[in-house]
Structure formats: C-alpha cells, structure tokens
C-alpha cells in the first residue's frame, strides 16, 4: 500500500511565495517520475510541473521562471517552490507519483489527496 501526503498548502497574498511537499510512503522499490498538478474551480486540471528520475524536469509554460520542482530521493519527496503567485493559481494542488511496489513489477499511478492554494489579490 503507498499513500501520497501534501502539506505546505495555505493562504497567500498575490506576488508571495510558498512552497509544497509531497511524501510518499509504503512498500517503495523505485519511483519514476513525480509531479504536481492542479484544479482551479471553472478549469480544467492541469500538469504544474514533472521530474523524472534523473531529475530532468517540465513546467507548463504558465509557471516557467516563477515555479521549481525539485525531489529527494532519500525521503521519497517531491517539492514544489512557487514564487510571485497569482490570484488566478488559486486552486487544489495534487501530488502524483508513477511508483513501483514490493512484489510487482508494474509502475502504477498514484494520487495524493490535495492541497488548498488560495491566492488573494
């Protein structure tokens, strides 16, 4: 069993910064790629930022230059700093993470439970 937790969540005035954390924890072998996605209410769920294993990273063209992601394999943990947030990112930030198991040989998709982003103008 592996479960995905966010923190770092909150409420934030525009042009600040905050920073999530994503940990992962279970019966881990390998993690390949980490992400972080998000829903703004009246959007549609977008990729925020990828890093895969060998920490070649992807940010949607929105967050280039403000976001950066980043992971510590030791601690299973994927970052997510955001600088110069905008009220219109005000959205749920989910965590996800294509890891394998003890006992499988299948990478499988896993989702954390979200975290609230509220960006005031």
């Known amino acids: 069993q592996v479960q995905l937790v966010e923190s770092g969540g909150g409420l934030v005035q525009a042009g600040g910064s905050l920073r999530l954390s994503c940990a992962a924890s279970g019966s881990i072998v390998s993690i390949n790629r980490m992400g972080w996605y998000r829903r703004a209410p009246g959007a549609q769920r977008e990729l925020v930022a990828a890093?895969?294993?060998?920490?070649?990273?992807n940010y949607a063209d929105s967050v280039k230059g403000r976001f950066t992601i980043s992971r510590d394999n030791a601690k299973n943990t994927v970052y997510l700093q955001m600088n110069s947030l905008k009220p219109e990112e005000t959205a749920i930030y989910y965590c996800n993470a294509n890891i394998r198991t003890s006992g499988s040989f299948i990478y499988f998709d896993y989702w954390g439970p979200g975290t609230q982003v509220t960006v005031s103008s």
């Open positions: 890093i895969t294993s060998g920490a070649s990273t």
